[in-house]
C-alpha cells in the first residue's frame, strides 16, 4: 500500500510538472485599440483599450482601461495625464484570483528629425496602485520610449520602437520592450498595425508576441460652425 501511495505521488507530480506551459514556448496575442479626440486647439482626450492572452487568442492574462487628457504645448511636444484600471491574471498554468489595479500616470511625448529619419520619444512616470488577493502594494515605474516611423507609401508603412521599463524600489524589475509592425492608413486619421512584440521580462522570460491594434483620430474642431 504504501509503494502503491509512493508510485502515485512520483506519477502526479510528473504528469503536474509536464502540465506546466513555459511562457517562453508559446506565441501569444495581444489586441489594442487606442482613440485621440483633439477637442481644442491645446487639448485633447486619450483613450486606450489592451488585452492580453498568455496564448494565441486564448488563456487571459491582462486587461488595461486608459483615460488620457493631453496639452499640446506645440505640433511636436505634448504632455498627458493618465488614469487607468486593469484586471490581471498572473498565473498562466492555474486558475487563481486576479489582482487589479489603479494606475495614474504623467507623460511627455516629443517628436523631432534627426536627418531625415523621424524619430518619437515618450517617457512616462506611473504609479501603480497594486491590489493582489493576499497583499496590497503601491509601486512607481519608470518608462522611456524611442521610436519611428516610415511611410512605404500613402497606404502602407513601417512602426518600430523600442521600450525600457523600470521600477527603481523593486529588485530585478528592468523590462524591455521591442516592437516592429506593418501598418495600413484605413483613412487620413484612421490605422490599423500589425506586428511582433519581443518581451523581456523583470523573471528573464523572452516573450513572443503578436500585436493587432486600431488607432482612431477624430477631430472635433472640425465639426463647429
Same mark, same amino acid.
Given at each position: 500500500m504504501k509503494k502503491n ?10 504528469c ?5 506551459i513555459n511562457?517562453e514556448?508559446?506565441w501569444?496575442?495581444?489586441y =489594442?485599440?487606442? =482613440? ?5 486647439e491645446k487639448s485633447?482626450?486619450?483613450t486606450f483599450?489592451?488585452?492580453? /492572452?498568455?496564448?494565441l487568442?486564448d488563456?487571459?492574462?491582462f486587461?488595461l482601461?486608459n483615460?488620457g487628457y493631453n496639452y499640446h504645448?506645440?505640433?511636436?511636444l505634448?504632455?498627458?495625464v493618465?488614469?487607468?484600471?486593469a484586471?490581471i491574471?498572473?498565473e498562466m498554468n492555474?486558475?487563481s484570483p486576479?489582482?487589479? &489595479?489603479?494606475?495614474?500616470a &504623467?507623460?511627455?511625448?516629443f517628436k523631432?528629425?534627426l536627418?531625415t529619419?523621424p524619430?518619437? /520619444?515618450?517617457?512616462?512616470? &506611473? /504609479?501603480?496602485?497594486?491590489? *493582489?488577493p493576499?497583499s ?5 515605474r519608470l518608462?522611456y520610449r524611442?521610436g ?5 507609401n500613402?497606404?502602407?508603412f513601417?512602426r518600430?520602437?523600442? &521600450? ?9 524589475s528592468?523590462?524591455n520592450?521591442?516592437y516592429?509592425?506593418l =501598418?495600413f492608413n484605413?483613412s487620413?486619421s484612421n490605422n490599423?498595425?500589425?506586428g ?9 522570460d523572452?516573450?513572443h508576441r ?6 482612431? *483620430? ?5 465639426n463647429?460652425?
Amino acid at each position: 500500500m504504501k509503494k502503491n501511495t509512493i508510485l502515485l505521488g512520483v506519477l502526479l507530480t510528473a504528469c503536474y510538472s509536464y502540465a506546466q506551459i513555459n511562457p517562453e514556448d508559446k506565441w501569444a496575442t495581444w489586441y =489594442g485599440l487606442g =482613440g485621440n479626440y483633439r477637442i481644442s486647439e491645446k487639448s485633447s482626450i486619450e483613450t486606450f483599450t489592451y488585452l492580453w /492572452h498568455y496564448e494565441l487568442n486564448d488563456n487571459f492574462n491582462f486587461l488595461l482601461l486608459n483615460f488620457g487628457y493631453n496639452y499640446h504645448f506645440n505640433p511636436k511636444l505634448t504632455g498627458t495625464v493618465f488614469w487607468g484600471y486593469a484586471d490581471i491574471d498572473s498565473e498562466m498554468n492555474m486558475s487563481s484570483p486576479h489582482s487589479s &489595479e489603479i494606475r495614474l500616470a &504623467e507623460q511627455v511625448a516629443f517628436k523631432h528629425k534627426l536627418c531625415t529619419i523621424p524619430l518619437d /520619444h515618450r517617457f512616462r512616470i &506611473e /504609479h501603480r496602485f497594486l491590489r *493582489k488577493p493576499n497583499s496590497k502594494q503601491n509601486v512607481a515605474r519608470l518608462r522611456y520610449r524611442l521610436g519611428t516611423k516610415f511611410n512605404l507609401n500613402k497606404i502602407l508603412f513601417v512602426r518600430i520602437h523600442n &521600450e525600457i521599463l523600470l521600477s527603481p524600489k523593486l529588485k530585478n524589475s528592468s523590462e524591455n520592450r521591442f516592437y516592429s509592425g506593418l =501598418g495600413f492608413n484605413i483613412s487620413k486619421s484612421n490605422n490599423f498595425q500589425l506586428g511582433y512584440m519581443n518581451r523581456n521580462t523583470p523573471n528573464k522570460d523572452n516573450l513572443h508576441r503578436i500585436q493587432m491594434a486600431l488607432f482612431i *483620430k477624430i477631430d472635433f474642431r472640425k465639426n463647429k460652425n
